[in-house]
């Protein structure tokens, strides 16, 4: 079964700074997909990036890039120039893109604050 | 586009009580997840259908909990008679399909409590 560890429960970055979160995973397949949702007090999940594993190139949408290792099956979410709305719970997660039974496998969360 | 409904927002209840929550996805999302978030944690799946069939329910409760889709559609998830433990986050989210391409869409969620 695969697993996906967030070591950071909590994390704290300055407004216009950058952070970077990290995420590890474990699986024995060769494809799939790896994400980081975004989880305000509302609630909501908001898919901030996804990343293919088939693809070498770091995904990367405005503020917001990965590092992806898949050696090392690291992703890491790095966010540039902070604002105070990105404060929230981060998740990373990952979904199996062999499978038709392709549940999100989630971590257990980081913690963001933004400093003003 | 409308987004993924689910209801109520907020429910408190006594443990042996029983509680439903419901769902409506995105028109025309053949696949259906049904989450549980507790406190501290990560979602993890409670059971998955594709159109109004179940594909997965290995994690789900059968004891205590059960789930219907009616006609593909809305969505149903019961608990009958609830404990403590299950306080947390019900998610629900949709999909156009079960393949990992697919961006699931999620609801706003149900916080239940237990008490």
């Known amino acids: 079964a695969q697993t996906v560890t967030q070591s950071q429960p909590e994390m704290s970055v300055q407004e216009a700074e950058t952070v970077t979160l990290s995420c590890t995973y474990d699986?024995?397949?060769?494809?799939?997909?790896l994400f980081w949702y975004k989880q305000p007090p509302s609630r909501q999940m908001i898919l901030v990036i996804r990343?293919?594993?088939?693809?070498?190139q770091n995904a990367t949408e405005n503020r917001f890039s990965v590092n992806f290792q898949k050696a090392a099956k690291s992703f890491s979410l790095k966010i540039s120039d902070s604002q105070l709305g990105d404060a929230a719970m981060y998740f990373c997660?990952?979904?199996?893109?062999?499978?038709?039974?392709?549940?999100?496998?989630f971590g257990k969360g980081t913690r963001l604050s933004v400093i003003a | 586009e409308a987004g993924v409904a689910q209801s109520p927002r907020y429910k408190i209840i006594e443990k042996r009580q029983s509680v439903a929550f419901w769902c409506n996805p995105i028109?025309?999302?053949?696949?259906l997840y049904w989450y549980q978030q507790i406190l501290g944690q990560g979602p993890k799946l409670l059971i998955q259908?594709?159109?109004?069939?179940?594909?997965?329910d290995s994690q789900l409760p059968k004891d205590r909990f059960s789930a219907e889709r009616l006609k593909g559609v809305d969505s149903t998830l019961k608990i009958q008679p609830a404990k403590l433990e299950d306080s947390a986050v019900y998610l629900c989210?949709?999909?156009?399909?079960?393949?990992?391409?697919?961006?699931?869409?999620f609801g706003p969620g149900t916080r239940l409590t237990v008490t």
């Open positions: 989210a949709s999909s156009w399909s079960v393949y990992g391409e697919d961006e699931q869409y």
């Open positions: 699986t024995s397949e060769s494809d799939y997909y």
């Open positions: 990343q293919e594993a088939y693809k070498q």
């Open positions: 997660a990952y979904r199996s893109a062999w499978s038709g039974n392709t549940p999100l496998v």
């Open positions: 028109s025309g999302h053949a696949t």
């Open positions: 259908f594709q159109n109004n069939g179940v594909v997965d």
